[in-house]
């Protein structure tokens, strides 16, 4: 099935060996290497050397931006150790307690138990203090790290085919991540975070017909009761943890199975992964990685203080602190809900519909992650694109695609900025409803105006390449010529420069790929009735793609530009066309695409 | 290291900066604050003082609040009946004389033109027009008398909600706000509750009662002094706001800085 | 924009004997030669690194240490003043940066060991199509078959039928304790501790109120006689004082008469003092930030704001409904005392609000 031409250096490189010399080139094992007798006896029972011999040589790629996953990943096993520390002292209760502990300005002050353990926590258990501001600040670097590494794989294109499912996994991982936070960021039962569950409350009670029911359910009978911080708590130490753990394994399996993605670059084809085997340097580095994260974090917690639950004081449902925000992930929520107004609220049948509450939160939450995880096939759908791709593209290269995830991340911005108009107001001296009509109208211009600026600055970096791929990069030299003109002298780029810039192809839009309304036999071909609409967004997508140069344009560019080339430094090799008349190894050059198997070759 | 040297006149110092522009604000001034006598009224003033409070109100304050204090429309409000310790809230804290119409005065320690005995001077004038709360007495002012516990739980039912629990201040409608209330010396927080300056209501004795008041001073001295600040840079008190920024800009640099790092090739 | 695969006036055929010669795009030049580091050929170069590397381990190691010597011997509760930082407490930043210094030096070590001393030259993995061959789906395909057949699944549809609803009702005796004992049926929604009479309590002292003592530009946050402080934890429970106060929390403001637009609100209040519940018809945070210059009410949650001469009506921001207003009235004793219980629920919207019947309430 697979044919593999072999290109460059990579013969020398490959670990396809025959059988009975198991070992590379450049291999460094002693010649009396053997397996370790350590590990026979777990060999016999559960065949460990098979396993490890599969898993020591996979192949990671190394780039900075492959590391952001890892740091949601490390964080989230920071805050699961130091969260199973939390949980030896903190307990889950609403009962009532007088404070009687050492911090003075609280001493006598009625309380829940569970503000009172996490008061314990900060001033009474050794590092109580230091493990609390770890898991904070862990828990909002895994939600950062979440939102980086969902917006590299975004942009690159990483989600594409085989990797649909494990976006979804991803999708479902982060949402769950934000209920996780938001729900430990519940449990101290202090004055901001009790204000959070009574806003989290309104909004359930503002579900049509369901809402009343759901809220006692969830509450256990009238706000605030004494349900709610139990519940929560199982939540966030049990139900949550075990299913994002759970996925989070499936996550990294499926990376396992697909093998990591690339970025283009001499080298690096479809068919090959090119980076540092896990044994040792990948092993050392992620490793390694784990560890600055950690330290990081605990500097971080160290050095800067981060939900000082006694400066709030406890619960109190006829009070409220300036200033009341969630953590950043559920900004967009809230600011939603201080944007939509109020006139939105509707009586039907003398029932009450509140627009105003439910559609930025019951409705917006799902949403957003629903849409999301549907992007995908959405775009599969639009591209009509059946291949498998491991080539990462480089955002400008995907421009309409860049352009509708900056606009995304700008609407997503606004919602969230919304939700610190007050900071805002008083920190540039603004009018608080001044900047409440100002979100109001961008949230509408702002997305459009990203997405237009976005997609021609793609546009004019992808002619940026081009230029330099036809004519060299700039040397600054500027040459004058016998007849007393000048040029600027431009250098070649190299065939390592130039592979990385043209190593992309650009779908032709569907309408100009689906042929005749009638078949060679004069027969209505069968169309699915949104294949009109199919085609007009995939011509939204694609019709004004700029293409990669083909090495017609770039002899052409040489001919045309031979003055140049004859004033070029001597020594400078002349690149030629390459001829290549050649199919098999050409995983980029087709171009019409799309929806029926690459017809040539290996796939 | 070339690895730090790269990063000097990164974005990171201009963070640093900020970073440390935060921690000083709103310590340095509480030193320089005037004051009137505790306990100061129109009553067992001296004729002198008040004939010089008229001086001084006819230069600095006519313009606006009417030649006898009766209030000049839009302009400025009658001061009948606001006290001396209005008076002295308002000038002492360099809120008054108004340079010019804001949505709202500003305190200004640093802009005070007048010094102690002018302000009261001004304050038993004022008083004397139509007589309104007095200066506290000193007794409420002593902080060491105070429960902060008691106070905290006051502050937090009626001062919280505008002044923010950390006592850092926060936004109201169209441009007007609460100010800060750290560095602020313990009559004049004493004085603006009585009074109600501006957009704050007032708290009258009935509704917070002296000893009362003397709790609430007592819990923000507290916080004042560091009892809130324990594990580490308090980011301005911004609540989950200062978490946020600090996440997404020192945070977040320092693990991608590392990830780069990392990534890239040795020499 | 030039494109040389089509003519874009007639759409090409996806015809494979029709697709253009090949020769469009460049090709890989493969991996590009590997360039030493510095550590590689130079010997003295490697022992630094190697140097480098011994030395970050050793800082770990004594860090940990020093975070051993640390916990144990500085107090805990030992504050002081840190440059750039304010006050903090001494044994958590000792404990924290220790800990911090320990975990970074293995890290940084181990990161700089890899990229200076262990191999830095890529390997080629290679990879295969992620379906499986026609003949794993053909064996699949004869195994799902023989299993269903075999079963005789085919033949017996009641067998399938009556499995398929065993399978699909056998979660209900799992769930529905569940679900059903989580909350009692939706209550009290329509009521508070508000009654005629009830004398309106200062919260948190639990002083009573004379008309008197409410000045113009005064707001008092006030709670019904009974269910204030400790005395009503101690007399109601916890669970029951903390849903009082989420229900029964009023403001209580003195208005010059003359501002009062709405003649139900003077005539609800007394002497141009009303009290209205504080509790947002939003989502329920208190609407507790009194401008009294403008007489407005904000909800610092989410900005909605409330005019309180015009019967607290929305003036702007997300919330729809107008805070309830509590009647009042003077007692013989001049204390303000509540002239009947709210008209209306209190708090957030929620679907049955105007029709109570849908509740089972009367």
Redesign the interface.
């Known amino acids: 099935m697979t044919t593999h031409v072999p290109q460059g250096a990579d013969h020398l490189r490959t670990d396809e060996s025959p059988p009975e010399r198991p070992v590379s080139q450049t291999d460094q094992s002693s010649p009396d290497a053997a397996f370790p007798r350590a590990l026979v006896w777990s060999d016999e029972r559960v065949g460990t050397a098979k396993g490890l011999r599969f898993a020591l040589k996979k192949v990671f790629p190394d780039h900075w931006s492959f590391l952001l996953g890892e740091i949601a990943m490390y964080s989230m096993i920071i805050a699961l150790i130091t969260g199973t520390f939390l949980t030896l002292w903190y307990v889950p209760s609403m009962g009532h307690v007088v404070y009687d502990g050492d911090y003075v300005p609280l001493k006598g002050v009625g309380m829940s138990e569970a503000y009172a353990s996490t008061l314990h926590i900060s001033f009474e258990v050794k590092g109580g203090l230091l493990i609390r501001q770890l898991h904070h600040w862990s828990a909002l670097f895994f939600i950062v790290g979440i939102a980086l590494h969902a917006a590299r794989v975004f942009f690159t294109g990483a989600f594409r085919k085989p990797r649909e499912l494990n976006w979804v996994i991803g999708v479902v991982l982060s949402l769950l991540a934000i209920i996780e936070g938001f729900a430990g960021y519940s449990l101290p039962d202090d004055l901001l975070s009790g204000t959070g569950i009574r806003a989290m409350n309104g909004f359930m009670m503002s579900a049509p017909v369901i809402g009343t029911w759901m809220t006692f359910f969830v509450f256990g009978g009238e706000f605030p009761g004494e349900a709610i911080i139990p519940r929560l708590y199982i939540a966030h130490v049990l139900l949550i943890p075990a299913i994002l753990v759970g996925l989070f394994v499936l996550h990294l399996a499926l990376v396992v199975i697909h093998k990591h993605t690339q970025y283009p670059g001499p080298g690096r084809t479809n068919d090959n992964v090119v980076g540092f085997p896990i044994m040792p340097v990948y092993a050392a580095k992620a490793g390694g990685f784990f560890f600055v994260v950690f330290g990081i974090t605990a500097l971080v917690s160290a050095l800067v203080q981060i939900n000082g639950v006694w400066v709030y004081g406890p619960y109190d449902p006829t009070q409220v602190t300036a200033g009341s925000q969630p953590d950043f992930y559920m900004w967009f929520s809230d600011g939603a809900l201080r944007l939509l107004p109020g006139w939105l609220e509707v009586n039907l049948f003398d029932t009450v519909w509140s627009f105003n509450i439910f559609l930025g939160s019951l409705v917006l939450l799902p949403l957003v992650w629903v849409v999301m995880g549907a992007y995908p096939f959405v775009e599969a759908w639009v591209t009509g694109d059946k291949r498998e791709h491991h080539i990462l593209q480089r955002p400008r290269n995907a421009p309409t695609r860049t352009a509708v995830g900056a606009a995304a991340i700008s609407m997503y911005l606004v919602l969230a900025l919304a939700c610190v108009n007050d900071i805002l107001a008083i920190k540039l001296g603004l009018s608080i409803n001044d900047l409440t009509i100002l979100f109001r109208t961008m949230f509408f211009v702002l997305p459009v105006l990203v997405f237009f600026v976005t997609k021609r600055l793609c546009l004019s970096l992808q002619r940026h390449d081009r230029e330099r791929v036809l004519h060299g990069n700039e040397t600054g030299r500027i040459v004058r010529t016998p007849e007393g003109r000048f040029f600027e002298a431009h250098e070649p780029l190299d065939e390592y420069e130039r592979w990385a810039l043209v190593d992309y192809d650009t779908p032709t839009p569907l309408g100009l790929t689906q042929g005749p309304d009638v078949d060679g036999r004069g027969v209505a071909r069968r169309r699915s009735p949104l294949a009109g609409v199919q085609a007009a967004v995939s011509s939204f997508f694609y019709k004004d793609a700029v293409r990669a140069v083909t090495p017609e344009e770039l002899a052409a560019a040489h001919h045309h530009g031979g003055e140049h080339e004859a004033l070029e430094a001597p020594g400078v090799p002349q690149l030629g066309a390459p001829v290549n008349d050649s199919t098999g190894d050409d995983d980029f050059s087709d171009s019409h695409g799309s929806s029926v198997q690459a017809p040539s070759g290996h796939r | 290291m070339s690895f730090l040297a790269a990063r000097r006149r990164s974005p990171l110092a201009l963070l640093v900066l900020l970073?440390?522009g935060l921690?000083f604000t709103g310590t340095a001034y509480a030193a320089l604050q005037t004051n009137v006598p505790p306990g100061t009224s129109a009553e067992g003033a001296s004729q002198e003082q008040i004939d010089e409070g008229r001086e001084l109100f006819l230069g600095n304050c006519a313009s606006c609040h009417g030649e006898n204090a009766e209030g000049n429309g839009e302009a400025g409000p009658s001061l009948y009946g606001v006290g001396a310790a209005a008076v002295d809230f308002q000038v002492a804290t360099g809120r008054m004389p108004l340079p010019a119409p804001t949505v709202q005065a500003k305190r200004n320690v640093s802009q005070v033109h007048f010094s102690d005995e002018q302000i009261t001077a001004l304050a038993v004038y004022v008083d004397s027009l139509a007589p309104g709360p007095d200066v506290p007495e000193a007794q409420w002012l002593d902080t060491a008398e105070g429960d902060?516990?008691?106070?905290?739980?006051?502050y937090?039912?009626?001062c919280?909600?505008?002044?923010?629990?950390?006592g850092t201040?926060?936004?109201?409608?169209?441009?007007?706000?609460?100010p800060t209330l750290m560095g602020v010396d313990e009559q004049h927080i004493y004085e603006a509750m009585l009074t109600?300056p501006?957009?704050?209501?007032?708290?009258?004795d009935?509704?917070i009662?002296p000893e009362?008041k003397r709790d609430v001073i007592a819990?923000l001295k507290?916080?004042e002094?560091?009892?809130?600040?324990?594990?580490?840079?308090?980011?301005g008190?911004?609540?989950?706001?200062g978490?946020?920024l600090?996440?997404?800009t020192i945070?977040?640099l320092?693990?991608?800085g590392?990830?780069?790092?990392?990534?890239?090739?040795?020499? | 924009m030039t494109n040389p695969h089509h003519d874009d006036t007639a759409p090409a055929v996806r015809d494979e004997a029709a697709a253009p010669a090949r020769a469009e795009t460049f090709e890989n030049p493969g991996l590009p030669p590997h360039v030493p580091r510095r550590a590689d050929v130079d010997p003295k170069a490697a022992k630094r690194a190697e140097i480098q590397v011994v030395v970050l381990f050793t800082l770990s190691a004594l860090a940990s240490i020093a975070f051993v010597v640390a916990y144990f011997a500085i107090d805990q509760d030992l504050k002081g003043y840190l440059l750039g930082i304010g006050e903090i407490n001494l044994y958590h930043l000792a404990i924290g940066l220790t800990m911090g210094v320990s975990l970074l030096g293995i890290g940084l070590g181990a990161i700089h060991w890899a990229k200076t001393l262990m191999p830095d030259e890529e390997v080629v993995e290679q990879r295969h199509p992620q379906a499986s061959t026609e003949e794993d789906r053909l064996v699949v395909g004869q195994t799902l078959s023989h299993g269903w057949r075999s079963s005789q699944l085919n033949r017996r549809s009641a067998l399938l039928g009556s499995a398929g609803g065993a399978l699909g009702l056998f979660a209900l005796p799992l769930v529905l304790p569940v679900v059903a004992g989580l909350g009692p049926r939706p209550q009290g929604l329509y009521t508070t501790n508000w009654a005629e009479g009830t004398l309106l309590r200062i919260d948190p002292s639990g002083a009573a109120i004379r008309a008197g003592d409410v000045t113009q530009g005064s707001v008092f946050h006030v709670m019904p006689d009974g269910w204030v402080g400790h005395e009503a934890v101690e007399e109601h429970g916890a669970e029951a004082a903390m849903v009082a106060k989420a229900k029964d929390q009023v403001i209580l403001v003195r208005l010059d008469p003359s501002l009062i637009k709405s003649q139900k609100q003077r005539e609800w209040g007394y002497e141009g003092i009303v009290a209205y519940s504080k509790v947002c018809t939003h989502v329920g945070c208190p609407v507790a930030l009194y401008e009294q210059q403008t007489h407005h009410l904000l909800c610092p949650c989410h900005q909605s704001t409330f005019d309180m001469t015009d019967d607290c009506n929305v003036i702007f921001g997300p919330a729809k409904r107008p805070l309830p207003q509590l009647p009042i009235t003077v007692d013989g004793d001049g204390y303000i005392v509540a002239a009947g219980g709210f008209r209306e629920p209190v708090g957030p919207s929620f679907w049955e609000r105007e029709r109570p019947g849908l509740l089972g309430v009367e």
């Open positions: 970073f440390l921690t902060p516990a008691n106070g905290g739980a006051v937090r039912t009626n919280a909600m505008c002044h923010n629990s950390s201040g926060g936004a109201l409608t169209r441009g007007k706000y609460a109600g501006q957009s704050m209501p007032v708290f009258n009935q509704n009662t009362e819990f507290t916080i002094d560091g009892a809130n600040d324990q594990g580490g840079h308090t980011l008190s911004l609540g989950p706001a978490d946020a600090f996440a997404w945070g977040i320092a693990f991608i590392a990830a780069v790092w990392l990534g890239r090739k040795a020499a």
